[in-house]
């Protein structure tokens, strides 16, 4: 271990970073009233304590107040942030982390209608697509006011004991004015050339270095290409690489390729599962190379194989670690340690990324830890009164069940009717780009035998067969099956996106995918319908199509399913299906007014979620103590269930309701973690 790449140390300006692994900038939208409070302090802590050289905060951090943030960024443009980014920075500093922090203008990478309300600017009229906010031009009074609120907001970073800042350039109001898809101003900042383009970007940087001194370091996470016609080349880059060193004042690049406009874009640059893993390391290793400045990086750099290779090669000095350290904060430790399969894998599912461009926080589909490390801490405390826990269902709730328990020191038996574990998650392998998830069985299988749990498969439990076990917990993680019950008439004329997915149905020729559960299932067994050659029409009554697959996730299917003969139908509702002949004849209707249309195919799908298969939990219910009665408040609070004579009764996931693997999972982490 004292020879791996990965845990030498790193000089950069006056710091020595302890290893070469980092978590870059990102946003994971914890701030309360745009302060990282406790909430943000412990996330970033628990890497800390773990091993991370240089934990990066906030991306995006907002300098003024017209960057109004559109997914609860850190308002770096307030004096009060200093004393919750000192806490924030003094804990990680004991624990032997470097901190810094990403600051931005978003330009018209926002809206009007957020913060408050202020016109968006930017170097060029047009829209960006993703946040469709028209912005203004920027005057010369917009930049006279905009490069001290970059000053202002690094000084204040400096106060509060920050190692450095990183201007981000990348699709925000920097690179807006940089590129010459997006600068159309005339004048001295205008498109007319690349001196011109980068004139905001180096008088900004200038003036920070003037304010903060030479020993505060300071970063530039750009994209030297743009990947689009028109737009910044590799050469070009090159030459902006080049023109950053000049200055004499910029301490590392951290590079990023692409664009991040679209929501296609964005996942190109950002891969998610199925795609390549480091798509741009090459690319990376290039700019080092040429430009000859430190170079930092990360892009779906999912496991400590990549990063070593991209540290032992020479491509970057620091490798970000990223979405993988959501899944596992403890990546540093455990190569220390020597437990590298002990690493809980990022599978690359983006559930983190896609909540948080919906509004919500970023929350690993896996580990329901991050991100709740004051309620939910990381490690699992030992129990003190061995007990013997009995889970039924070996699906992701159940396999957490197990391992929790296990960790807790239980003796742990899992009953298991298929001939091996994952439940709904081997429905989703079914797909090969969504293959990784298998991880989050593979990974819970290991720490479960690593820890004796019993498992018996090819085992239909009955409440008797769990009774005879003399337990004194059961938890019920049976999932649930779908549903096709949806219609007047005709349900017994459709089949279920599971039953395509399973393969126990073939793909008709002219098919209608009825979809009102809008999740992963109907884009899969779209995308399975459409490759076996067939006509397809997916079809909702919602205003928009897929809304639990969310934004990136997305991007996959229809770049599957564009090519193809697929249409797409929102606000009609399947009423009824009947026989016609050798076809099927489907009536249609609407939530919006009376309609009742027909129309012929020779299959119609209906994805209409999951009902709980819990027979066994309400056999053992009045067998139970509690009558599977679950004390929320407890639940919440962390402590632990009322107990009675008896055996405890509990059921988890899609047991209770259909949900999502992340919901499951977080059942069964945050129940048995007190049993």
């Known amino acids: 271990m004292l020879n791996d790449p990965l845990l030498q140390p790193y000089r950069l300006k006056h710091l020595?970073?302890?290893?070469?692994?980092?978590?870059?900038?990102?946003?994971?939208?914890?701030?309360?009233?745009?302060?990282?409070?406790?909430r943000y302090r412990l996330y970033h802590l628990e890497r800390a304590k773990a091993g991370v050289a240089l934990t990066m905060t906030a991306g995006s951090a907002a300098v003024s107040k017209d960057s109004p943030p559109v997914f609860n960024n850190i308002l770096a443009w307030k004096d009060?942030?200093?004393?919750?980014?000192?806490?924030?920075?003094?804990?990680?500093?004991?624990?032997?982390a470097a901190v810094m922090i990403q600051l931005t203008h978003l330009g018209r990478r926002t809206r009007w209608d957020k913060g408050d309300w202020l016109p968006v600017v930017s170097s060029t009229a047009d829209r960006e697509p993703a946040h469709r906010a028209f912005p203004k031009p920027m005057e010369d009074w917009d930049i006279a006011r905009i490069i001290p609120d970059f000053v202002d907001a690094a000084e204040r970073m400096k106060a509060a004991g920050l190692d450095g800042?990183?201007?981000?350039?990348?699709?925000?109001?920097?690179?807006?004015?940089?590129?010459?898809?997006?600068?159309?101003?005339?004048?001295?900042?205008?498109?007319?050339?690349?001196?011109?383009?980068?004139?905001?970007?180096?008088?900004?940087?200038?003036?920070?270095?003037?304010?903060?001194?030479?020993?505060?370091v300071i970063g530039?996470?750009?994209?030297?290409?743009?990947?689009?016609?028109?737009g910044i080349t590799p050469d070009m880059g090159i030459e902006i690489g080049h023109l950053f060193k000049a200055t004499g004042q910029v301490d590392y690049l951290n590079i990023n390729r692409g664009r991040i406009h679209t929501d296609p874009a964005m996942t190109d640059m950002i891969p998610i599962q199925g795609m390549r893993s480091a798509p741009h390391l090459d690319f990376a290793?290039?700019?080092?190379?040429?430009?000859?400045?430190?170079?930092?990086?990360?892009?779906?750099?999912?496991?400590?194989?990549?990063?070593?290779?991209?540290?032992?090669?020479?491509?970057?000095?620091?490798?970000?670690?990223?979405?993988?350290?959501?899944?596992?904060?403890?990546?540093?430790?455990?190569?220390?340690?020597?437990?590298?399969?002990?690493?809980?894998?990022?599978?690359?599912?983006?559930?983190?990324?896609?909540?948080?461009?919906?509004?919500?926080?970023?929350?690993?589909?896996?580990?329901?830890?991050?991100?709740?490390?004051?309620?939910?801490?990381?490690?699992?405390?030992?129990?003190?009164?061995?007990?013997?826990?009995?889970?039924?269902g070996a699906g992701p709730a159940g396999l957490e069940a197990a391992r929790v328990a296990a960790e807790r020191g239980h003796e742990v038996l899992v009953f298991e009717a298929a001939?091996?574990?994952?439940?709904?998650?081997?429905?989703?392998?079914?797909?090969p780009r969504r293959r990784e998830m298998i991880g989050i069985i593979d990974w819970r299988m290991a720490q479960c035998a690593a820890k004796g749990v019993e498992f018996r498969f090819n085992s239909w439990a009955e409440a008797s067969d769990v009774a005879a076990e003399k337990p004194d917990v059961v938890v019920i993680a049976t999932g649930g099956l779908p549903t096709t019950e949806v219609l007047s008439s005709g349900n017994d004329l459709v089949v279920s996106a599971w039953d395509i997915l399973s393969g126990d149905v073939k793909p008709g020729t002219n098919v209608l995918l009825y979809d009102d559960a809008g999740d992963h299932a109907a884009m899969q067994a779209a995308q399975l319908i459409a490759e076996a050659g067939s006509k397809v029409e997916v079809m909702t009554p919602d205003r928009t199509f897929a809304p639990e697959v969310m934004g990136m996730?997305?991007?996959?299917?229809?770049?599957?399913?564009?090519?193809?003969?697929?249409?797409?139908?929102?606000?009609?509702?399947?009423?009824?299906?009947e026989r016609a002949g050798n076809q099927l004849q489907a009536t249609i209707g609407s939530d919006y007014m009376k309609l009742a249309k027909t129309a012929l195919y020779d299959q119609v799908v209906v994805n209409h979620g999951t009902q709980p298969?819990?027979?066994?939990?309400?056999?053992?219910?009045?067998?139970?103590?509690?009558?599977?009665?679950?004390d929320y408040d407890a639940l919440i609070e962390g402590r632990a269930q009322p107990e009675a004579k008896g055996f405890q009764l509990y059921r988890i996931g899609d047991a209770v309701e259909a949900r999502n693997t992340h919901a499951a999972i977080y059942d069964a982490l945050r129940l048995v973690r007190t049993v």
């Open 285 to 392: 290793g290039r700019i080092r190379a040429e430009v000859g400045m430190p170079t930092f990086h990360a892009a779906r750099i999912p496991d400590v194989a990549t990063a070593r290779h991209a540290i032992a090669t020479g491509q970057l000095d620091m490798v970000g670690m990223t979405r993988a350290h959501m899944a596992d904060p403890h990546i540093v430790r455990k190569i220390i340690e020597g437990r590298e399969g002990d690493i809980r894998p990022c599978v690359g599912a983006t559930y983190c990324l896609d909540r948080i461009y919906q509004g919500g926080m970023a929350l690993c589909i896996h580990n329901p830890s991050t991100g709740r490390e004051e309620t939910q801490p990381h490690a699992i405390a030992p129990a003190s009164v061995r007990k013997k826990v009995v889970v039924v």
């Open 220 to 230: 530039v996470r750009f994209a030297p290409d743009e990947a689009e016609d028109g």
């Open 553 to 577: 996730n997305l991007v996959p299917y229809m770049r599957a399913l564009q090519d193809k003969d697929v249409t797409f139908t929102v606000t009609y509702r399947l009423l009824a299906v």
């Open 16 to 38: 020595t970073l302890r290893n070469r692994i980092m978590t870059t900038s990102h946003e994971p939208a914890y701030p309360e009233d745009g302060m990282p409070k406790d």
């Open 419 to 431: 001939a091996e574990p994952g439940g709904q998650i081997l429905l989703t392998t079914r797909t």
């Open 80 to 96: 009060e942030v200093v004393p919750w980014m000192k806490r924030l920075t003094d804990d990680c500093h004991e624990a032997g």
């Open 613 to 630: 298969l819990a027979d066994i939990y309400f056999a053992l219910r009045p067998l139970s103590a509690n009558k599977g009665a679950v």
């Open 165 to 216: 800042v990183e201007i981000m350039t990348h699709g925000h109001l920097l690179d807006q004015f940089i590129s010459p898809l997006t600068n159309h101003l005339d004048g001295p900042y205008g498109g007319e050339s690349l001196a011109t383009r980068m004139r905001l970007t180096l008088e900004i940087i200038s003036a920070v270095r003037a304010r903060v001194g030479d020993d505060f």
